[in-house]
């Protein structure tokens, strides 16, 4: 089965601090995906990369940056942490390609509170 | 706009209680339909995969369709151990992105 795996399941921050959250997966899947997860407003993709060093913004990318330097791993960055960064991060992987859908597998999570 | 809307928002079911989930979605050319679920503080658990309507696939007491227009997460007989969070989410033909419902979160009582 595929791993993906979050460094930090919760982190307790001050604003202003800058923030990095680690994700590595093990089964060589080309794309991942950072995620952040709010009561009422699902799951709104941060970022998303397809191959090292690449990276296109998603739905929400204002605040954040990544860095994917290795194929097996991709990091969420907060440059500055706010108080409206307080929410829980999924990072998740895929295969690139294929005939059909691929499946997004998950990471356990970073519970981010930001104070 | 791609789109994917999950109702009920919540549900409480008693043990042994069959329902089902819908999840509508509005999407240009689908590529595969995804059901998860999550249970609190935890990451999402792929369920099933969905490609075209018509499509059903089956695990332990959950079994899902697809239409040209939703999906339903049919719960049969449930158990406590049940109750989590479900999650559709949908993938659009020519694009990498998933588009994800809000979930219904779902109660079982013993």
């Known amino acids: 089965d595929v791993k993906v795996t979050q460094s930090s399941r919760y982190l307790v921050k001050r604003t202003g601090e800058k923030v990095f959250l680690e994700c590595v997966q093990d089964m060589d899947h080309e794309n991942m995906f950072w995620y952040r997860q709010d009561p009422g407003l699902g799951l709104r993709l941060i970022y998303f990369?397809?191959?090292?060093?690449?990276?296109e913004k998603g739905d929400i990318p204002e605040g954040y940056s990544v860095s994917r330097e290795k194929k097996e791993r991709f990091s969420l960055i907060l440059e500055s942490a706010s108080t409206n960064q307080t929410s829980m991060y999924l990072c998740?992987?895929?295969?690139?390609?294929?005939?059909?859908?691929?499946?997004?597998?998950f990471g356990a999570g970073s519970r981010l509170t930001v104070l | 706009e791609d789109q994917v809307t999950q109702s009920p928002e919540a549900l409480r079911l008693q043990e042994g209680e069959s329902s089902s989930l819908n999840c509508s979605y509005t999407v240009s050319g689908l590529r595969g339909l995804f059901w998860y679920r999550q249970d609190p503080g935890k990451g999402p658990e792929f369920l099933f995969t969905l490609y075209s309507a018509g499509e059903e696939k089956e695990k332990e007491r959950l079994k899902a369709t697809l239409t040209k227009k939703e999906s339903f997460l049919h719960i049969t007989a449930p158990k406590p151990e049940d109750s989590a969070t479900y999650l559709c989410a949908v993938q659009a033909e020519g694009t990498y992105k998933y588009i994800f419902g809000t979930g219904t979160r779902l109660k079982v009582l013993a």
């Open positions: 990369s397809y191959d090292v060093k690449m990276k």
């Open positions: 998740a992987s895929s295969l690139l390609g294929g005939s059909g859908a691929n499946v997004l597998t």
